[in-house]
């Protein structure tokens, strides 16, 4: 694994800018992905940005009648949402169809 950087933002605001300042900025989630990809070379981030500990984990209507699904929601928590549940069940369906037993159960 080469070396990268590690930031961690204080606003999502601190994230994009981080990440429009330069090539081979990626954010990073749990890094489930991202982490194995860069071990095996497949990626060779500049600077990885954390974007866990910032609050962008709601699930929230829209004016519009819609919903505003937050960039770090957990899969288990957005099928298990009462909006989702109710008004989008094949959107919850196809999260639990795609997941793990570890992955679909943790939250339900
Ligand atoms: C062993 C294994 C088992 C898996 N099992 C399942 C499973 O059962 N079900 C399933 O659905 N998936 C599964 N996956 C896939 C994996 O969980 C998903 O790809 C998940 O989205 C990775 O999330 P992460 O937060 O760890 O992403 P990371 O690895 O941190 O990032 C993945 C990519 O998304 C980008 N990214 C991360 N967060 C953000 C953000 N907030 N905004 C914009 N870009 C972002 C990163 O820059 C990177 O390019 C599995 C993967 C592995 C390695």
């Known amino acids: 694994m080469k070396p990268f950087g590690y930031v961690r933002p204080a606003s999502t605001d601190e994230a994009v800018r981080l990440c429009a300042a330069g ?26 940005i954390d974007v866990a500990g ?14 505003s699904i937050g960039a770090t929601v957990r899969n288990s928590d957005l099928a298990a949402h009462p ?3 109710r008004s989008y069940p094949v ?15 943790t939250h339900l």
């Open 54 to 67: 910032l609050p962008l984990d709601r699930v929230t209507r829209t004016a519009e009648g819609g919903l």
């Open 83 to 85: 909006d989702v549940t």
């Open 23 to 48: 090539p081979g900025a990626r954010f990073l989630g749990g890094g489930t992905n991202l982490v194995d990809l860069m071990k095996l070379g497949v990626e060779a981030p500049r600077v990885l």
């Open 91 to 105: 959107l919850s369906q196809a999260l639990l169809a795609g997941a793990s037993g570890p992955v679909s159960y």
